[in-house]
């Protein structure tokens, strides 16, 4: 066998990347299967409202029309057509009431997909109007309820507690509780409270959601854009009443996904009206009806912290308010997982933590890149940087007084292992030359600094499986339920079994998710690939390696200095058989006690942190991010060039939603569903940007590696807000933060009143 070599922690080029740029690499929403028909959906224009009545007559009528179907159709089919991670709340489509603009309604399906189109134009429906709730903090109380029954999915070990409930908006309620925060703040020399908002996006991957549903013989084959094909195959057979190996899901390459494509998106209602017409049914979105499909949390946080004089943060108590929309989706695992988090990064003994999922009647909110964690940080780093202003304390003073040491206990009781903290905040500090004297402008135009730390615990407990192929001419194939969406996987894992089995990258082979072919993996989301797929993978790698070893013991030949073809030669005869290696990993997790309180919260700390410089013209409030520094504790990195663009893709996603991005509603209707009125960041939006990863390790993680797709987000809102604090003396508290705040603020501050 080939000498063990130097590939993981190489910047190699990724496998994908020739196939990527020829445009040979394959996309749903690029394929066509024969037979096949388009469907196209009527929308809800109402946001909640009982359903009187359905005219699908003039679309059934129109030629080349196959067939309309509406949410009694659907239910002919499957008796409880209801969909959902948390909860089974989601129709496939709307059945006896609507409960958010662009809620599909009925659908269309035509060979021509310009056919289905104008089709779908033509039905019209009939509502009782209803009270609707659109505010995450009015719908812990609202008179008007989206769900009158919430039925768990009991899908993840960590939400099987949740009960059925009824006539609440509170899809879930998490509560953490440590020490004794009411005497700790009368023991305060100061006490400080602010609130903050954060507004609804989205995220906008530029391949929309399609799946492709073929029918067979009571069975299925979708084609889909999908980040969970495992959860998907999984869903889609219990909606059927089938067993798991009745629904094949395969997965080409994703652009982007960014945590819209995981659990069931388009799938449910492609395979529903796969199996009512008996015919291939593609449901692909537009851009348009991407804001009608998932979202990011709107939310509130409320925070107020006790600190002493000398800056020392004693108590710390938190409200988070989640707005979940219509459909829960996962954020009821958003809701926990992340505001456990609340408090920041900080080693703070008296805790109080209110965390509330609620319904609300706008379009459904799931993970997105962060899985709660910007919102967050947003918050606790603004308010970080109000106190120490307010006590004359520098920024990054007040954050090496508190920061959260190596080994000492997180708000839920879990230490802190393998967590640069500090090392990314001393980093930081260096980066930008804290403790130097900083140009802070003359006349109309000022200019400010500001920092900010964030962390996020990965989500736990989950499982991942990985096969490692090795064939008779020493190429090898790698079977794993991971999707490549543009975060380079498939290199990483190529890698990962490079370094382990000797094997050249060249004759490495990273087969695409088909869960007929590819093992179970819970997810790609969450930052959880590197480490829990990771893992996987290198205990596949091994266990082949091994095998291989043992095979060539067998015929008298030595696996460390025989080549891979000898040894088959030797056993077989021929250049013929192959090794197979299979590996699994799911990491240890301890659920939480009724106070929040566990010792094992989470197998790995993800840490990020930001620098941001501004100038700001005092006259008209216009402002531009001049600098931003991004400082994130990867372990030990597999591919050093593709972590460089994870944390420069993450960085400006998020510079999108601090400056720019914010979906508008009048009546639950958005208003600005167009790349037209919704901006994204263009390449001219773009500040310069600094990216490095300080020198770590997560001994527990795969060569000493974690996640990084999310550590990028985490500092990037807050920092800037500190900057153009520092800049002007204007504090602001919601997102996204624009040049009409900021010149309110001014207005403000000069003691001028503003309509």
Same mark, same amino acid.
């Given at each position: 066998m080939n000498a063990p070599t130097s590939i993981v922690g190489q910047p190699l080029p990724r496998l994908e990347a020739r196939a990527k740029v020829s445009g040979r690499a394959e996309y749903v929403h690029n394929m066509r299967v024969p037979n096949m028909l388009h469907a196209k959906v009527f929308r809800s224009t109402l946001a909640h409202?009982?359903?009187?009545?359905?005219?699908?007559?003039?679309?059934?009528?129109?030629?080349?029309?196959?067939?309309?179907?509406?949410?009694?159709?659907?239910?002919?089919?499957?008796?409880?057509?209801?969909y959902g991670p948390a909860f089974h709340d989601q129709p496939i489509l709307a059945i006896?009431?609507?409960?958010?603009?662009?809620?599909?309604?009925?659908?269309?399906?035509?060979?021509?997909?310009?056919?289905a189109d104008n089709a779908a134009a033509l039905i019209t429906a009939q509502y009782d109007e209803l009270a609707a709730v659109y505010g995450e903090v009015e719908a812990m109380n609202s008179r008007a309820v989206v769900h009158e029954v919430l039925k768990p999915a009991g899908t993840f070990a960590d939400l099987k507690y949740l009960k059925d409930k009824r006539d609440t908006n509170i899809a879930l309620d998490f509560h953490l509780r440590r020490g004794d925060v009411k005497k700790a703040f009368a023991g305060a020399d100061h006490v400080f409270e602010h609130t903050f908002t954060t507004q609804q996006v989205l995220h906008l991957p530029l391949e929309s959601f399609a799946t492709i549903a073929e029918p067979g013989d009571g069975s299925l084959l979708l084609h889909s854009s999908t980040q969970s094909p495992s959860?998907?195959?999984?869903?889609?057979?219990?909606?059927?009443?089938?067993?798991d190996n009745k629904v094949r899901v395969k997965v080409p390459y994703l652009g982007g996904g960014f945590?819209?494509?995981?659990?069931?998106?388009?799938?449910?209602?492609?395979?529903?009206?796969?199996?009512?017409?008996?015919?291939?049914?593609?449901?692909?979105?537009?851009?348009?009806?991407?804001?009608?499909?998932?979202?990011?949390?709107?939310?509130?946080?409320?925070?107020?912290?006790?600190?002493?004089?000398?800056g020392k943060i004693t108590a710390r108590e938190c409200e988070v308010w989640w707005n979940g929309g219509a459909y829960a989706d996962i954020g009821p695992r958003v809701t926990q997982k992340s505001g456990f988090t609340a408090p920041g990064p900080y080693d703070i003994d008296h805790v109080h933590i209110d965390s509330y999922a609620l319904y609300t009647h706008l379009p459904p909110a799931g993970a997105l890149r962060g899985f709660g964690i910007p919102q967050l940080v947003w918050a606790y780093e603004s308010h970080t940087d109000m106190i120490a202003r307010e006590l004359k304390i520098d920024p990054l003073a007040i954050r090496r007084k508190n920061i959260l040491r190596e080994g000492r206990p997180q708000a839920t009781g879990t230490p802190m292992k393998d967590a640069a903290l500090e090392l990314v905040l001393e980093r930081l500090a260096t980066r930008m030359q804290w403790d130097k004297g900083f140009d802070k402008g003359t006349g109309t135009v000022k200019r400010g600094r500001g920092i900010a730390i964030g962390f996020k615990a990965s989500i736990s407990p989950t499982t991942s499986m990985a096969i490692v192929n090795i064939s008779a001419d020493g190429s090898c194939a790698l079977y794993s339920s991971t999707v490549d969406m543009g975060q380079g996987s498939d290199?990483?894992?190529?890698?990962?079994? $490079? #370094? /382990?089995?000797?094997?050249?990258?060249?004759?490495?082979?990273? &087969?695409?998710?088909?869960?007929?072919?590819?093992?179970?993996?819970?997810?790609t989301l969450g930052s959880r690939s590197t480490f829990h797929m990771g893992h996987a993978v290198k205990n596949a790698a091994e266990d082949a390696r091994d095998?291989?070893?043992?095979?060539?013991?067998?015929?008298?030949?030595?696996?460390?200095?025989?080549?891979?073809?000898?040894?088959?030669?030797?056993?077989?005869?021929?250049l013929a058989g192959n090794i197979v290696g299979v590996g699994s990993f799911i990491p240890g997790y301890t659920p939480?006690?009724?106070?929040?309180?566990?010792?094992?919260?989470?197998?790995?700390?993800?840490?990020?942190?930001?620098? $941001? #410089? /501004?100038?700001?013209?005092?006259?008209?409030?216009?402002?531009? &991010?001049?600098?931003?520094?991004?400082?994130?504790?990867?372990?030990?990195?597999?591919?050093?060039?593709?972590m460089e663009t994870q944390i420069s893709g993450a960085t400006v996603m998020q510079l999108g939603f601090t400056l720019q991005e914010q979906m508008h509603f009048t009546n639950g209707q958005v208003t600005n569903a167009s790349l037209a009125d919704y901006k994204i960041p263009g390449i001219r939006d773009i500040p310069p940007m600094e990216n490095e990863a300080v020198d770590a390790e997560q001994r527990s993680g795969p060569f000493g590696a974690k996640g990084v797709g999310e550590s990028g987000t985490f500092g990037v809102s807050p920092a800037i807000a500190n900057a153009i604090d520092d800049a002007v003396g204007v504090r602001l508290t919601s997102l996204p933060l624009t040049a009409e705040a900021v010149f309110r603020g001014l207005a403000k501050k000069a003691g001028r009143e503003l309509l």
């Amino acid at each position: 066998m080939n000498a063990p070599t130097s590939i993981v922690g190489q910047p190699l080029p990724r496998l994908e990347a020739r196939a990527k740029v020829s445009g040979r690499a394959e996309y749903v929403h690029n394929m066509r299967v024969p037979n096949m028909l388009h469907a196209k959906v009527f929308r809800s224009t109402l946001a909640h409202g009982r359903i009187r009545s359905i005219d699908v007559g003039a679309a059934r009528a129109m030629p080349g029309v196959f067939a309309v179907y509406t949410g009694e159709d659907i239910r002919k089919l499957i008796a409880e057509p209801y969909y959902g991670p948390a909860f089974h709340d989601q129709p496939i489509l709307a059945i006896d009431k609507v409960r958010y603009v662009g809620e599909p309604v009925a659908v269309v399906l035509a060979a021509d997909v310009h056919v289905a189109d104008n089709a779908a134009a033509l039905i019209t429906a009939q509502y009782d109007e209803l009270a609707a709730v659109y505010g995450e903090v009015e719908a812990m109380n609202s008179r008007a309820v989206v769900h009158e029954v919430l039925k768990p999915a009991g899908t993840f070990a960590d939400l099987k507690y949740l009960k059925d409930k009824r006539d609440t908006n509170i899809a879930l309620d998490f509560h953490l509780r440590r020490g004794d925060v009411k005497k700790a703040f009368a023991g305060a020399d100061h006490v400080f409270e602010h609130t903050f908002t954060t507004q609804q996006v989205l995220h906008l991957p530029l391949e929309s959601f399609a799946t492709i549903a073929e029918p067979g013989d009571g069975s299925l084959l979708l084609h889909s854009s999908t980040q969970s094909p495992s959860f998907v195959r999984t869903e889609i057979a219990r909606l059927f009443g089938w067993p798991d190996n009745k629904v094949r899901v395969k997965v080409p390459y994703l652009g982007g996904g960014f945590g819209a494509k995981v659990y069931v998106k388009s799938e449910a209602l492609a395979a529903a009206c796969a199996m009512l017409a008996r015919r291939p049914v593609k449901y692909a979105l537009t851009l348009e009806e991407q804001f009608y499909m998932i979202t990011k949390h709107a939310t509130t946080l409320r925070i107020k912290s006790g600190v002493m004089k000398d800056g020392k943060i004693t108590a710390r108590e938190c409200e988070v308010w989640w707005n979940g929309g219509a459909y829960a989706d996962i954020g009821p695992r958003v809701t926990q997982k992340s505001g456990f988090t609340a408090p920041g990064p900080y080693d703070i003994d008296h805790v109080h933590i209110d965390s509330y999922a609620l319904y609300t009647h706008l379009p459904p909110a799931g993970a997105l890149r962060g899985f709660g964690i910007p919102q967050l940080v947003w918050a606790y780093e603004s308010h970080t940087d109000m106190i120490a202003r307010e006590l004359k304390i520098d920024p990054l003073a007040i954050r090496r007084k508190n920061i959260l040491r190596e080994g000492r206990p997180q708000a839920t009781g879990t230490p802190m292992k393998d967590a640069a903290l500090e090392l990314v905040l001393e980093r930081l500090a260096t980066r930008m030359q804290w403790d130097k004297g900083f140009d802070k402008g003359t006349g109309t135009v000022k200019r400010g600094r500001g920092i900010a730390i964030g962390f996020k615990a990965s989500i736990s407990p989950t499982t991942s499986m990985a096969i490692v192929n090795i064939s008779a001419d020493g190429s090898c194939a790698l079977y794993s339920s991971t999707v490549d969406m543009g975060q380079g996987s498939d290199t990483a894992m190529a890698q990962m079994v $490079a #370094e /382990v089995t000797g094997i050249p990258i060249e004759k490495i082979t990273v &087969v695409h998710p088909d869960t007929d072919v590819t093992p179970y993996d819970m997810a790609t989301l969450g930052s959880r690939s590197t480490f829990h797929m990771g893992h996987a993978v290198k205990n596949a790698a091994e266990d082949a390696r091994d095998k291989l070893y043992a095979l060539a013991r067998d015929v008298g030949l030595s696996g460390e200095t025989t080549l891979i073809p000898d040894i088959f030669r030797k056993k077989y005869g021929m250049l013929a058989g192959n090794i197979v290696g299979v590996g699994s990993f799911i990491p240890g997790y301890t659920p939480p006690n009724a106070d929040g309180q566990t010792d094992n919260a989470t197998p790995f700390w993800m840490i990020g942190a930001t620098g $941001a #410089e /501004v100038e700001v013209d005092t006259e008209t409030g216009e402002f531009k &991010v001049t600098r931003l520094v991004n400082l994130v504790d990867v372990g030990k990195p597999i591919n050093p060039a593709i972590m460089e663009t994870q944390i420069s893709g993450a960085t400006v996603m998020q510079l999108g939603f601090t400056l720019q991005e914010q979906m508008h509603f009048t009546n639950g209707q958005v208003t600005n569903a167009s790349l037209a009125d919704y901006k994204i960041p263009g390449i001219r939006d773009i500040p310069p940007m600094e990216n490095e990863a300080v020198d770590a390790e997560q001994r527990s993680g795969p060569f000493g590696a974690k996640g990084v797709g999310e550590s990028g987000t985490f500092g990037v809102s807050p920092a800037i807000a500190n900057a153009i604090d520092d800049a002007v003396g204007v504090r602001l508290t919601s997102l996204p933060l624009t040049a009409e705040a900021v010149f309110r603020g001014l207005a403000k501050k000069a003691g001028r009143e503003l309509l």
